[in-house]
Nanobody, 127 residues
Framework: QVQLVESGGGLVQPGGSLTLSCVAS????????AGWFRQAPGKEREFVAA????????YYIDSVKGRFTISRDNTKNTMYLQMSSLKVEDTAVYYC????????????????????WGQGTQVTVSS
């Protein structure tokens, strides 16, 4: 089990950028695949991006491809979501999640795979 804490959210204008961080504790993060999800008011929590435990493979939903980049620094036990060209529809609470796995190049896009979640960080895109 790993504890996750997100940070970096805030208010940004359309077209702006933000970088979210997710710091893990309680275990070494290189044993875990990771993902970012988001939940807008009145909507289901949806998958945004995933990264394998090795960092060698990533996956994105179509609506963020070319705008968001997921990455990780296992030496710092930290995952990141760099977001650029932000749109109003990106407004949501963003959550990081981790899944312990021995499959170093697998990515996971479904919520039910993930046992460990952060508390979320609010991202608001508005003019």
């Amino acid at each position: 089990q790993v504890q996750l804490v997100e940070s970096g959210g805030g208010l940004v204008q359309p077209g702006g950028s933000l970088t979210l961080s997710c710091v893990a504790s309680g275990d070494t993060i290189n044993k875990y695949a990771a993902g970012w999800f988001r939940q807008a008011p009145g909507k289901e929590r949806e998958f945004v991006a995933a990264i394998s435990s090795s960092g060698g493979r990533t996956y994105y939903i179509d609506s963020v491809k070319g705008r968001f980049t997921i990455s990780r620094d296992n030496t710092k036990n930290t995952m990141y979501l760099q977001m650029s060209s932000l749109k109003v529809e990106d407004t949501a609470v963003y959550y990081c999640a981790a899944k312990r796995t021995v499959r170093t190049n697998d990515v996971y896009t479904q919520k039910f795979y993930y046992a460990d979640w952060g508390q979320g960080t609010q991202v608001t895109v508005s003019s």
